[in-house]
Every structure is written in structure tokens, then in C-alpha cells.
């Protein structure tokens, strides 16, 4: 009877070891058992790349290329050939817009830079401007285009070496501002500019004209516009 129930014993503990062993070797099989998969991540690094075009001025195009002869504007109607022959209160074509061709939001601002004088000038009926005195003088004008997206920063212009700068920022149409979209073509700052009715020949043989520029800096990774400008000011340094 002793005999029996050791026997019995050993074959449940050998049956527990050939049990454990399956385990084992089952545990084993499992770990073996796995898939692994490396993916290639591809990132595009976006740039900043911006055009500031003007088809009325001289006929370029948002991607910078220009008019094929079939839809180019006649030459003669083209800003730049007739600001060749400026007189007083003459109205040109200037239509300075901007297109952000790059992969990123940025943040945009564009300049107006105005020549000024000391000049007499006189009104449209003919009637000298401050009896009859030279004045300082901006000697172009123009009209926001309410509808580019642009809104001036401060109304009194930056004095620098004979010329009045504006700066103007994007806000899209609100009161803040916002980056300009990727792929976005911003209208027309403006459209025409007017030379002031300067009196007699007193800018004679002189070349003055308005000039248009802008800067931008990416958007990402800035808490908002004024931090990417005092970004942007310690890089230009």
C-alpha cells in the first residue's frame, strides 16, 4: 500500500514537471513569437517663401513668373513705363499683393516707404496749400485696399533719411494679428498711387518714387506674433 501510494506520488510529480516544462517551453515559443516593424517617418521641412508681385506694375504673376503675350497687359498700360513720365496729380498703376508659395503659416508685414519734400503744392482746383509755402510734403499717395487682409500698425509713420514708412500688419480682417495661411494670395495692398500736385518745375529731372518691401517669419513655435518679430529682430541683428 506504501508502495503504491509512493508510485502515485512520483507520477504526479513527474507529471507536474512535464506540465512545468510545457510552460516553459510554451512561455518560450510565445516570447519568440513576437513582429517588429521599423516605419520610415518622412518630414517635409517647410520654408518661408513669400512673392511680393505687382501684374499692374509690371506684369508679374504670383509665382513669379510673368504673362505669356496672349493675356499680358499692353505695355503702355504697364505702372512701371508710365511712371517714366511723372507730372503733378498723375495717377499709375501700383498694385503690390503677396503670395505665401511655402508649406508654412507666417507671420507678415509689409512697408510703404514715401519720399518726402519741402514743396508748394496746391489743391485740385488750384488753390495753393498753405498759402502759398513750402511744406513737408509726401510726395505719393494711395488708398488701402480694405480688402488685403492688412491693417496699419501705427498711424504716424517712421522718419528715415527723406522718406515717411508705414508698416502694415496681417490681421486677415479682425483687430489681431494672424499669420498669413500657407498658399494664400494676399490682395492688392493698393491698386494706383497719385504724384502730389507739386506746383511749377520744382522736382524737375528728379527720380522719386514709392517703394513696397515686407518681411516674414514662420508662425510654429511661437506663442504669438510679437514673439516671432523679437524673434526675427535678434536673427536680422
Known amino acids: 500500500m506504501i508502495m503504491k501510494n509512493k508510485k502515485s506520488r512520483n507520477k504526479i510529480k513527474l507529471l507536474a514537471a512535464l ?9 518560450a515559443t510565445l516570447a519568440y513569437m513576437t513582429d517588429y516593424e521599423a516605419a520610415e517617418n518622412r518630414f517635409t521641412v517647410g520654408s518661408v517663401d513669400f512673392n511680393l508681385y505687382e501684374h499692374a506694375w509690371d506684369g508679374e504673376l504670383p509665382d513669379g513668373g510673368y504673362a505669356t503675350a496672349s493675356n499680358a497687359t499692353a505695355s503702355n498700360a504697364l505702372g512701371k513705363n508710365q511712371a517714366a513720365n511723372m507730372y503733378a496729380g ?12 511655402s508649406k508654412n503659416d507666417a507671420y507678415l508685414r509689409m ?16 488753390t495753393l496749400n498753405h498759402d502759398g509755402l513750402a511744406a513737408e510734403t509726401e510726395l505719393f499717395s494711395y488708398e488701402l485696399n480694405p480688402y488685403s487682409g492688412m491693417s496699419l500698425l501705427s498711424p504716424d ?15 486677415g480682417g479682425g483687430s ?9 494670395d494676399i490682395p492688392p495692398l493698393f491698386y494706383t ?3 502730389a500736385n507739386v506746383v511749377g518745375g ?10 513696397v518691401d515686407f518681411k516674414a517669419i514662420q508662425s510654429g ?17
Open 176 to 184: 489681431q494679428e494672424i499669420p498669413v495661411p500657407a498658399g494664400h
Open 202 to 211: 520744382q522736382l524737375e529731372d528728379e527720380i522719386q518714387f514709392i517703394y
Open 111 to 126: 512697408t510703404v516707404k514715401i519720399p518726402v519734400a519741402y514743396v508748394i503744392t496746391a489743391a485740385q482746383d488750384g
Open 19 to 27: 506540465c512545468l516544462f510545457a510552460l516553459l517551453s510554451l512561455g
Open 193 to 195: 498711387v497719385s504724384f
Open 221 to 237: 513655435g511661437f506663442a504669438d506674433a510679437q514673439e516671432a518679430w523679437e524673434a526675427y529682430d535678434h536673427q536680422s541683428r
Open 157 to 171: 509713420p517712421v522718419e528715415e533719411d527723406g522718406y515717411h514708412i508705414y508698416e502694415y500688419i496681417y490681421t
Open 90 to 101: 498723375k495717377e499709375i498703376p501700383k498694385d503690390p499683393a503677396i503670395k505665401n508659395n
